[in-house]
């Protein structure tokens, strides 16, 4: 039984899993987030477990999970312990979403603490026991109708948002294809000269209403956030369009 | 094919899925997090499918999902529609993270505008001819090493994502059990009386440590955040241990 001293992520405890399937899902969603650290309490099938690595679609190529036979024996060499189930009725603990006890692990993760998710079995889930080991639970905001998620489901949640606490991605970002966004001349270029070649077609037949439709036709196109690249083509479309054009009616 | 006009929530579309497994894991998904206006476009296998009813764990009894030929035909009645995918190379998009998407979302979904979530196929995605009836992108962060995703993990993100922006639950709360945290009273009155009992133990050997040391065990207790019920407890061990005291060394 290794300990595995160099995980600095936090560790995902499964406690007593039953199917194979779930073992991997888990595992597969650890890898997409960048989680390596997979403990697992008295797996109801034994270790190795074909259908976990079946299901983990290479996960667990990358990372073996750590078998023990007991749940604190797979504890022991971590100072913070949090616990996903349903709101315990007769326990005091902590309940955090699962963003907040992301907070709470980072800070003390920074501090140089050890921390574990713990995840309890399929359906009966952690028994009061089994808390008694955890500092606080987490407890996934679901339908209330409809709250039962599985174990790759909770595991894929906690670590999307262990990941998403370092992500630096821009929460809003544009991307940039080929081309940047068009300069005003290039664009006031475009405009007038689409306005030109209106007029030559006899476009704005109210006088009085021009200042109000030019208006509109620049807010249009200037709402677009239109790039270099598109500015060229939409030059290229009116000088289509000319020379295709009829006599007046 | 009926258009469901009373859906309030974001339409979930799948474009081309194969597997009836991800099918359903997408329903169960979406399920979990309230949602249930789900979209198929030309699914692989056809509808219904028996591997996409056993997977969505009993959600495709409470909606069904309405199935399109082409993808033009299940957006004709949105407003605001957002592909996750990659971000894309030579395509001028903005691109959201799931949380920042949902935030847009829900600002235009309180305006009245119809959204959606749009999902390529398995594998290959969603092509260039797709997003550019998309709005906008959401790239989930994941593992540069390994980040596919499979299709009931991106729908169960994007629901919690969702549902995590209405959820009212307070980040950090605390389980009550059946009791209260303790008064400062009663707390006082048992760091008394323990304090006092060290003493009759000759706990306090230095004189000139006591101020310190008492203070370190005032510090650890309040600490705690006891309830009521706990420090009863606590007054009870401290009864059961000097029933059993033995005569000083």
């Given at each position: 039984m290794q300990r595995k001293n160099n995980m600095i992520h936090p560790a995902i405890i499964l406690d007593h899993p039953q199917m194979g399937e779930n073992i991997g899902a888990a595992a597969r969603a650890m890898h997409n987030f960048g989680l390596s650290d997979l403990r697992i309490v008295a797996p109801r099938d034994g270790w190795p477990n074909q259908a976990a690595i079946q299901n983990a679609a290479g996960a667990l190529d990358k990372f073996s999970p750590t078998v023990f036979e007991t749940l604190p024996e797979a504890l022991t060499d971590l100072?913070?312990?949090?616990?996903?189930?349903?709101?315990p009725r007769d326990m005091v603990k902590p309940v955090f979403t699962p963003e907040a006890a992301v907070t709470e692990s980072r800070t003390r993760h920074t501090e140089g603490q050890k921390i574990g998710f713990l995840f309890g079995r399929e359906r009966t889930g952690l028994e009061n026991a089994?808390?008694?080991?955890?500092?606080?639970?987490?407890?996934?905001?679901?339908?209330?109708?409809?709250?039962?998620?599985?174990?790759?489901?909770?595991?894929?949640?906690m670590g999307y948002e262990w990941l998403k606490a370092e992500d630096q991605t821009p929460a809003r970002d544009m991307s940039p294809g080929d081309s940047?966004?068009?300069?005003?001349?290039?664009?006031?270029?475009?405009?007038?000269?689409?306005?030109?070649?209106l007029d030559n077609g006899a476009?704005?037949?109210?006088?009085?209403?021009?200042?109000?439709?030019?208006r509109n036709i620049r807010n249009m196109f200037t709402r677009s956030d239109l790039t270099d690249?598109?500015?060229?083509?939409?030059?290229?479309?009116?000088?289509?369009?000319?020379?295709?054009?009829?006599?007046?009616e």
């Open positions: 100072h913070y312990v949090l616990a996903t189930t349903a709101r089994d808390l008694s080991h955890c500092h606080g639970i987490i407890t996934i905001p679901t339908n209330p109708d409809f709250s039962s998620l599985n174990l790759g489901q909770s595991v894929l949640l940047f966004p068009v300069t005003q001349d290039k664009l006031d270029e475009f405009l007038n000269r689409l306005i030109q070649e476009f704005f037949r109210a006088e009085g209403l021009r200042p109000t439709t030019e690249q598109e500015v060229r083509t939409l030059q290229g479309m009116i000088s289509a369009l000319i020379r295709q054009k009829k006599p007046l």
